[in-house]
């Protein structure tokens, strides 16, 4: 009897994800802006491959067709469309296609196919459940992997495999989330800006919670009351360490210091923007007295 155990290329399981929020909120714009009876949309996925971590950074919609008996992709668009993405970031490029929804059929089996003749390398599937995602469970990511015997040169077939995925965000997209965040507990839709210092005061009660939380932890693990976690442990005592070991004054002298430049900063700013101004009022004046 032949063997006919099946065997799964595990060739992409060292791939992993990251997606920027603005790429959810572009999905979102497209998902809103939809035709009238349009059940899903598609859209290629741009950024770039660093040591297998896939940098998912940007995307745009890419206009397409699927019902029971055909599956249409714009290729023209989508074209056209990348080399006007290309002029802007020459440094990007697709590395996979995304769609709503959380269920993958038949059709999307066809449009990754296109895709991975398109790029000539594994692209990455990432859907996106509108409705799960204030749930923290609308988006995965996924490869096609194939299925082979043995004996059997050719795969038999291919299958879908999950993708460890994370969120990362860059200091400018984490402050418009705080104010997107804010906006929503207010009464009115709409919400500003933080001031530089107010900026400061915040992020300095943030760090006070942090502190005190993380103090209230280590005195639970030491005092028994919490399981210790290992991971935990190992993420504290490098964060520790590489701190520098400073006493109370050195710390308050180099923290008045870098106060006072800052300040200086701000003179100056205020005073070239005086200077600035009376130059053009003496502009506009001088054309009427002569």
């Excluded at 082979?148 to 997209?173: G, M, N, Y």
């Excluded at 001031?195 to 028994?224: K, P, T």
């Excluded at 701190?243 to 005073?271: G, R």
């Amino acid at each position: 009897m032949g063997d006919t155990t099946l065997f799964l290329n595990t060739g992409f399981s060292h791939l992993r994800c990251r997606i920027h929020p603005v790429v959810l909120f572009r999905v979102l714009d497209h998902y809103i802006r939809r035709t009238e009876g349009q059940e899903r949309i598609i859209g290629s996925l741009l950024g770039a491959n660093n040591d297998g971590v896939i940098e998912i950074r940007n995307t745009f919609p890419v206009p397409h067709t699927e019902n029971d008996q055909v599956v249409a992709v714009d290729t023209e668009f989508l074209s056209n469309m990348l080399q006007l993405h290309l002029r802007a970031n020459p440094k990007e490029s697709i590395v996979g296609w995304y769609a709503t929804g959380s269920d993958i059929n038949e059709n999307s089996v066809l449009i990754h196919d296109f895709y991975w003749r398109e790029l000539n390398q594994v692209p990455i599937h990432l859907t996106v459940d509108i409705k799960g995602l204030a749930t923290g469970s609308g988006l995965k990511a996924y490869v096609l992997s194939s299925l082979s015997l043995p004996t059997v040169e050719k795969p038999l077939a291919s299958q879908f495999q999950p993708v460890k995925l994370e969120i990362e965000s860059l200091e400018a997209e984490k402050t418009a989330l705080e104010v997107l965040t804010r906006a929503k507990s207010e009464e009115a839709p709409q919400t500003s800006l933080f001031s530089e210092l107010a900026s400061f005061e915040r992020a300095l009660v943030q760090i006070s919670r942090m502190l005190e939380s993380i103090s209230q932890y280590v005195n639970n693990v030491v005092e028994g009351r919490t399981t210790p976690n290992n991971t935990i442990g190992r993420f504290l005592s490098t964060t520790v360490s590489s701190l520098p070991l400073l006493d109370a004054a050195s710390f308050e002298k180099i923290w008045n210091n870098h106060l006072q430049d800052l300040l200086m900063v701000v003179y100056l700013s205020d005073l070239t923007r005086t200077q600035i101004a009376l130059a053009e009022r003496l502009q506009s004046v001088r054309p009427n007295a002569e």
